[in-house]
């Protein structure tokens, strides 16, 4: 059974696999074009989090391929009211694939270990392949060649951060990233990168100034995310070098794009005079997060028939 937990998951050729079945329902979807590829198929979602796009791209995108969802709530007692091992094998009877959105990584690790259909991290505190997926997919729309392309994250080495990176180094994409001091990827991290993607162009430094360099996207994401609000106030004073503005986008190419994963700051790691800019394609990524989740689920019930 095949699972989408982090892009360690999956190897180049099937990224690339993801991104031709994202790219033939994309462009059908743009003709009006609603292939109905999953009639009857079941898709259940677990949130602890709070979202918009990750949970209204997956629902509506299961919607346009004859397909149905259904979200669970506090009702279900995930994680309550029986062992999740218990939890998740009666689940797997009755749905083709879980998207869940957890607090806590191990919990998504466990419910895969025990599924007994596919299930989708649709976040954690450690990764976010479907952005990431979705994100590379954007780029390579507005790149000549992915290969020739350099991806800069401004900003906290955080769960969407590693999963840009892991995808950076599959597609053979330079990434560089400029953290302070202390939000830095974890060399447990790096050498994990490192072990999958011993070819990749790697730039790691503190000054976002030197990161923008030859850049073809700038990204950042909020400085505290989802769980860290206590760390808040801490975490605007430690990044106060790292906002994405008119100054550091100025050291960057002309026509370097603008990217963020969404929800944003305004004002803090991004001003809106960058956000609102020609260059910024923020939207645009986010629309691609429905099209490149149906390229995966397309990609993953696909591996089940077979
Ligand atoms: N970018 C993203 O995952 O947004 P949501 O938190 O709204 O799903
Ligand atoms: N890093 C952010 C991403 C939100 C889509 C968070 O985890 O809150």
């Known amino acids: 059974m095949r699972h989408l937990i982090t892009l360690d998951d999956v190897s180049r050729e099937e990224i690339h696999r993801i991104f031709a079945l994202t790219e033939d329902i ?7 074009v609603r292939e109905p590829l999953f009639p009857g198929r079941v898709m259940a979602m677990l949130f602890e989090k709070q979202s918009l ?18 979200m669970l709530g506090d009702d279900v007692g995930f994680g309550k009211r029986e062992r999740i091992d218990d939890f ?35 976040l954690t505190d450690v990764a976010h392949p479907c952005q990431a997926l979705a994100d590379l997919y954007t780029i390579e ?21 590693r999963s840009l990176a892991v995808a950076c180094g599959k597609l053979g994409v330079h990434f560089a990233i400029a953290s302070p001091q ?12 490192r072990a999958q993607c011993p070819d990749m162009q790697l730039t790691i430094t503190a000054d976002p100034h030197e990161a923008v360099t030859d850049a073809s996207a700038v990204y950042t994401d909020v400085w505290a995310s989802m769980g860290q609000e206590k760390e808040q106030a801490q975490r605007k004073k430690d990044f106060a070098d790292y906002q994405v503005n008119e100054k550091l986008m100025a050291s960057a190419p002309q026509g370097a794009l603008f990217m963020h994963c969404l929800p944003a700051r305004r004002g803090e790691e991004v001003t809106d005079a960058v956000l609102d800019s020609p260059n910024s394609i923020v939207v645009e990524q986010a629309g691609n997060r429905m099209h490149a989740q149906k390229g995966i689920l397309a990609w993953l019930l696909g591996t089940q028939r077979s």
């Open 141 to 161: 729309e507005h790149v000549h060649s992915l290969e020739d392309a350099k991806l800069t994250w401004v900003g906290d080495a955080n769960n969407v951060a």
């Open 26 to 32: 994309k462009t059908k979807f743009l003709a009006g």
């Open 88 to 122: 998740t094998k009666v689940l797997c009877q009755f749905v083709d694939v879980i998207v869940m959105r957890c607090k806590q990584h191990e919990t998504v690790e466990q419910v895969a270990q025990h599924a007994t259909c596919s299930v989708i991290n649709g």
């Open 53 to 70: 796009r990750t949970r209204v791209s997956f629902q509506a995108g299961m919607a346009h391929m004859g397909g149905t969802s259904m």
């Open 182 to 193: 202390g939000y830095e990827f974890s060399p447990a991290f790096l050498e994990s990168l």
